[in-house]
């Protein structure tokens, strides 16, 4: 299970599919998400063809969000929507909520990518072991490219999602600073086809624009004039000081007999 040959530093769009997740992890702001979102329960899937029409095609859509995928049934037509469109497409999933049938829709599919959440022995993901469920993780092994695997377990790290995750302290970085989802777009699109500015913006503080009504163009707007304003960058660990970021982008630059030295 390689994440070799897969570039994560690129521009992507999530796809929240439903408002709440029944898997609700304990390393995730479930409730913070809830409480602060007030739209549809699912997004739908004409919802979401009116929306995808107006993203450029350079963009991955990527099913992961703030939800399980396969919460909402019809995300398995919207996959393949996307694909059929000519949109490269990913997947970050427990697969609940899935069948083997859907794995083998996802399997025509082709996925550029295929992050895959298992069970954990400690309860930290509330993943129900059905027979059904068993049968579809087994299928999506023997028919899917599987990039990696996460599990909760005792050596499972938090991203701590800008400080909003239980057992975790805020960070703050002063001054100007850098991350590599401020250099290309990494945004979220809720069920209410409401943009924030990424998998980090749980509480939904960070709206960029809503794809019912605004262009793409308008959201990138906002987001290229705002890059520097928004505080839950300085609470999260993916945020350094620019300082730093120039430093080590003037290391990268040196050739490998300097670096030696």
């Known amino acids: 299970m390689s994440m070799a040959n897969v570039n994560l530093y690129q521009p992507w769009l999530e796809i929240t599919t439903a408002a709440k997740c029944l898997v609700n ?3 995730c702001p479930q409730t913070v998400y809830q409480q602060a979102y007030h739209g549809p329960a699912f997004l739908s899937f004409s919802d979401f063809s009116e929306a995808l ?7 991955i859509i990527n099913f992961s969000g703030f939800s399980e995928p396969f919460l909402n049934s019809r995300a398995i037509d919207m996959m393949e929507l996307a694909h ?3 949109y490269k497409v990913w997947l970050s999933s427990t697969l609940v909520g899935a069948t083997p049938k859907t794995v083998d829709r996802l399997a025509k599919i082709g996925l550029g990518l295929f992050l895959f959440h298992l069970p954990d022995n400690l309860g930290n993901a509330h993943i129900p072991t059905t027979q059904n469920y068993k049968d579809t993780v087994v299928a999506a092994f023997q028919k899917l490219h599987v990039n990696g695997v996460s599990i909760m377990n005792s050596d499972f790290v938090s991203n701590e999602r800008a400080g909003l995750c239980k057992d975790t302290k805020k960070k703050f970085v002063r001054g100007w600073f850098w991350c590599y989802k401020l250099e290309h777009p990494n945004f979220v699109m809720l069920p209410s086809c409401e943009i924030q500015l990424c998998c980090m913006s749980w509480s939904l503080k960070e709206k ?4 019912h009504i605004d262009s793409w163009q308008q959201i990138l707007n906002t987001w290229q004039k705002r890059r520097q304003e928004f505080e839950i960058c300085r609470t999260c660990l993916n945020a350094i000081p620019l300082s730093k970021y120039v430093t080590r982008r003037v290391y990268d630059l040196l050739p490998k007999a300097v670096k030696n030295k």
Do not use: A, F
């Not at 029409?53 to 963009?59: E, Y």
């Not at 960029?208 to 794809?211: K, V």
């Open 25 to 27: 992890c304990y390393h």
């Open 53 to 59: 029409i107006k993203v450029p095609k350079n963009l």
């Open 84 to 86: 059929e469109l000519g």
């Open 208 to 211: 960029l624009g809503n794809l």
